[in-house]
């Protein structure tokens, strides 16, 4: 199983700041990484599929970049609708797909 | 637009069983791979079950496989999870989830999620 470690846990930020979030996979997923966006009481939202590329309809404040192990969501500015929790997945080795344990993004 | 709405979560007893189903609309069903995902209160996202648009292929998460089976009606564009021997840990709210495209395994539309309680 291809393990997902997101760091850091929690991201105390104020609008208007770049946030940067980190996924990092147990073995190389190649570019086979996605990004979701989640709010209280909603479903997960797609943000960034295959590393780099924007979801429909995502800003394009939002972007993703890295490879094989190290994957990075950027968000260039916060928009205070940006603050959520934020979750990385991949596809590229399963069953089973496996998801990482989520990045809070809050308001300082 | 594409629409995903869960229905069949509540409350049941351990060892208990409970079937949710999702009623797909707005794209071509019968194109698309479905999946079920969980969430636990207060934690992060589960994988749980999948399965091919045409029903070949069928994958479970090792937490529920033996208990949980996958299927689908390309007619009525449903996709449902029935769950026997129900546990405490599968207490969750449960997601379907459309992929993005065939072979692709992440998810471009969610429902609104259904909720399982298993408590006795």
């Known amino acids: 199983e291809v393990v997902l470690t997101q760091s850091p846990a929690t991201l105390s930020l104020s609008p208007g700041e770049r946030a940067t979030l980190s996924c990092r996979t147990s073995q190389s997923v190649g570019s086979s990484l996605a990004w979701y966006q989640q709010k209280p009481g909603q479903a997960p939202r797609l943000l960034i599929y295959?590393?780099?590329n924007r979801a429909t309809g995502i800003p394009a404040r939002f972007s993703g970049s890295g490879s094989e192990t190290d994957f990075t969501l950027t968000i260039s500015s916060l928009e205070p609708e940006d603050f959520a929790v934020y979750y990385c997945?991949?596809?590229?080795?399963?069953?089973?797909?496996?998801f990482g344990g989520g990045t809070k993004v809050e308001i300082k | 637009q594409v629409q995903l709405v869960e229905s069949g979560g509540g409350v049941v007893q351990p060892g208990g069983s409970l079937r949710l189903s999702c009623a797909a609309s707005g794209f071509s069903f019968s194109n698309y791979g479905m999946h079920w995902v969980r969430q636990a209160p207060g934690k992060g996202l589960e994988w749980v079950a999948f399965?091919?648009?045409?029903?070949?292929?069928?994958d479970y998460a090792d937490s529920v496989k033996g208990r949980f089976t996958i299927s689908r009606d390309n007619s009525k564009n449903t996709v449902s999870l029935q769950m026997n021997s129900l546990r405490a840990e599968d207490t969750a709210v449960y997601y379907c989830?459309?992929?993005?495209?065939?072979?692709?395994?992440?998810?471009?539309?969610w429902g609104q999620g259904t909720l399982v309680t298993v408590s006795s």
């Open positions: 399965i091919r648009y045409s029903a070949s292929n069928i």
């Open positions: 989830a459309k992929e993005r495209r065939d072979a692709y395994s992440d998810f471009d539309y």
């Open positions: 997945q991949q596809r590229s080795h399963w069953p089973p797909l496996t």
């Open positions: 295959d590393t780099s």
